[in-house]
């Protein structure tokens, strides 16, 4: 089946950077859109970033400005490069990939943590 291996999270210092990755692999299907959502502890899921196979991006409003989603449909990967971290940036991030056709279900990632201190 299809899997989504995650990586690039880690701990960084108030204002650092991180670059998280996903790619897909074992696919039969066509990548649709993919993104990134994340979970702080007592917080509900919340998307943070969208792309869709053309490139079209989308963001929540708490990260636009500081973080950028991109994809290389040749490599089945979705990247997330996240600057001007702040602490309140610090969950677990799951990638997250839909395909074509849409009868095929959409996958998440095992999650990557990002911690950032303060």
């Known amino acids: 089946q299809v899997q989504l291996v995650e990586s690039g999270g880690g701990l960084v210092q108030d204002g650092g950077s991180l670059k998280l990755s996903c790619a897909a692999s074992?696919?039969?299907?066509?990548?649709?859109?993919m993104g990134w959502y994340r979970q702080a502890p007592g917080k509900q899921r919340e998307l943070v970033a969208a792309?869709?196979?053309?490139?079209?991006?989308t963001y929540a409003d708490s990260v636009k400005g500081r973080f950028t989603i991109s994809r290389d449909n040749a490599k089945n990967t979705v990247y997330l490069q996240m600057n001007s971290l702040k602490p309140e940036d610090t969950a677990v991030y799951y990638c997250?990939?839909?395909?074509?056709?849409?009868?095929?279900?959409?996958?998440w990632g095992q999650g990557t943590q990002v911690t950032v201190s303060s």
């Open positions: 997250h990939a839909e395909f074509w056709p849409k009868t095929v279900r959409p996958y």
């Open positions: 074992r696919s039969p299907f066509t990548l649709d859109t």
């Open positions: 792309i869709t196979r053309g490139g079209t991006p």
